[in-house]
């Protein structure tokens, strides 16, 4: 007799939750997560991100209390964003051995140990006069290799004040083997590189532009982020960046892009993390806020999507939120 209706009835795993429970397939955990913060200058700053609501700019004081929070939701890492005190042509903020990530480096490493693992992002835009991701030329065109140099110093300067793992976020063609060279130059061969392989040229970025106060002041960011409708071009940035030593890649925006993730998936045996970016957190919460959705279930279902796609690893700024109801279940 054929396995079809009525013999074959799908929904006998679904009638109660203990059943739904042992037969689900994808599951969260808190160390799938991972929480991005921002660090800012001065004493006891924690100013709410007006397009963020909940994301706060932190400074170092209060970067520290904020990723005791953290820890303490068994939440295993944080990203890290500067704010500089103030920003140059040649991203001096970002590599300077007392630039702000590094000082939130230093003071969260001496106050919590080994108690997270610190991934510090690795770019120039948030470091620069002009807002964009390398150093600009005379002609306005963003430039490549000079670029390259500076990425190198700032990934040595920030491993060095204790990051665990460093991310570079800025799109550059061979800025994970400039930095691989200049880590293992340094006598840091054991910093892993965690790739941002896949960022796409996305309208979802504009409230992390708030927070850290890094929109470009002319142009876009078109010329090295990827073209959102290239899907082929997601591989090829993948596989080059391992070529050059990345050790874990990202895709970032994770939810208009789980396609991608799903295929970098098949395609390659590293670990894979994926960025819920701003836009896509602010628009739940603004959702949510007006009472159209049930934030907490919009959130959690988000998240499975992003691991069910293939993510290892889900940068969110719900990370929080999702611990604490995992910390429940």
Known sequence: ?????????????????????????????????????FVCPGQGVRREVPSMPGVFNLSVDRLVEECREVADLGIPAVLLFGIPESKDDQATGAWHDQGIVQQGLRAVRAALGDRLVLIADTCLCEYTSHGHCGI?????????????????????????????????????????????????????????????????????????????QSPPSFGDRKSHQMDPANAREALEEARSDLEEGADLLMVKPAGPNLDILAALRRDVNVPLAAYQVSGEYAMVKAAGARGWIDEAAVTWELALAIKRAGADLIITYFAKDL?????RS
């Open 1 to 37: 007799m054929p396995a079809a209706f009525p013999i074959r009835r799908l929904r006998r795993l679904r009638m109660n939750p203990a059943i739904r429970s042992m037969v689900r397939e994808t599951r969260l955990a808190r160390e799938d997560l991972v929480q991005p913060l």
């Open 323 to 327: 611990a604490r109801r995992l910390g």
């Open 136 to 212: 600009v030329g005379e002609r306005g065109e963003i430039q490549n290799d000079p670029t390259l140099a500076v990425l190198a110093r700032t990934a040595v300067s920030q491993a060095r004040a204790g990051a665990d793992l460093i991310a570079p976020s800025d799109m550059m063609d061979g800025r994970v083997a400039a930095i691989r060279r200049a880590l293992d130059d340094a006598g840091l061969s054991n910093t892993p590189i965690l790739s941002y392989a896949v960022k796409y040229a996305s309208a979802c970025y504009g409230p992390f532009r708030d927070a850290a």
